[in-house]
């Protein structure tokens, strides 16, 4: 029930393309949605994220699609760059749930590598 | 502006060893503040959170400890490293009540 399930594990995207990663969540109490990007030897930085009342959140090149019906959301990178290139996180988050006060429950993580 | 940070960068520390991580936030008051480890090319794990000064939370059993003796400052420790104790500890806080989770530097340490 507090699983992410993110694939896929490792893309490579050519210059200019398209660059899409899924997640998948089984708590439909889950009520936010953030992307990170970790670049190595990094902390992870926040990207993006939404909540399950809109269907879609875009911020530049970063788009998030969300699926409350399929219980999925994915995060689309437009005209992937080369300093793209780093690992992304999915995650969900229940702001209340037992005391824990937003845990965030995160995917397992995609490396993407963006060839020039 | 609010700025977490972590101290030491990099740590080399062998079996049976102490350990002492420590982790401030600047820029807000009555922060929740969080532990993750991160193995190789791994997800991230969470250890510890903590809503107040001496309320710690404890997600997965182990060698290790966590303690919030000041508002912003939150501090991992452990009495004696495991070689499986190695990996990638990242500190994070958010506002008290919000969801947005935002993580420091990183620690590497390495158990030999």
């Known amino acids: 029930q507090q699983q992410v399930k993110q694939s896929p594990q490792s893309l490579i995207v050519q210059k200019g393309g398209i660059s899409i990663i899924n997640c998948a969540y089984e708590n439909t109490a889950f009520d936010y949605f953030p992307w990170y990007q970790q670049f190595p030897g990094k902390g992870p930085a926040l990207l993006i994220a939404?909540?399950?009342?809109?269907s879609e959140k875009k911020e530049g090149r970063f788009t998030i699609s969300f699926n409350k019906s399929a219980k999925q959301f994915s995060l689309h990178i437009m005209d992937s760059q080369p300093g793209d290139s780093a690992t992304y996180f999915c995650a969900a988050s229940l702001l209340n749930y037992g005391g824990s006060q937003g845990n965030l429950i995160f995917g397992k993580g995609t490396k993407l590598s963006v060839k020039p | 502006s609010q700025t977490i940070h972590q101290w030491p960068a990099t740590l080399v520390q062998p079996v049976g060893s102490p350990l002492s991580l420590e982790c401030t936030v600047e820029?807000?008051?009555?922060?929740?503040l969080y532990w993750y480890r991160q193995a190789a090319g791994r997800g991230l794990q969470l250890l510890f959170y903590?809503?107040?000064?001496?309320?710690i939370s404890s997600e997965v059993p182990q060698n290790l400890s966590a303690s919030r003796p000041q508002d912003r400052q939150f501090i991992l420790s452990s009495k004696k490293l495991l070689l499986s104790d190695s990996g990638f500890y990242l500190c994070?806080?958010?506002?008290?009540?919000?969801?947005?989770?935002?993580f420091g530097p990183g620690t590497r340490l390495t158990v030999l």
């Open positions: 939404i909540r399950p009342d809109v």
């Open positions: 994070a806080w958010s506002p008290s009540g919000g969801h947005e989770q935002f």
């Open positions: 903590s809503i107040g000064i001496d309320q």
């Open positions: 820029g807000t008051s009555n922060p929740n």
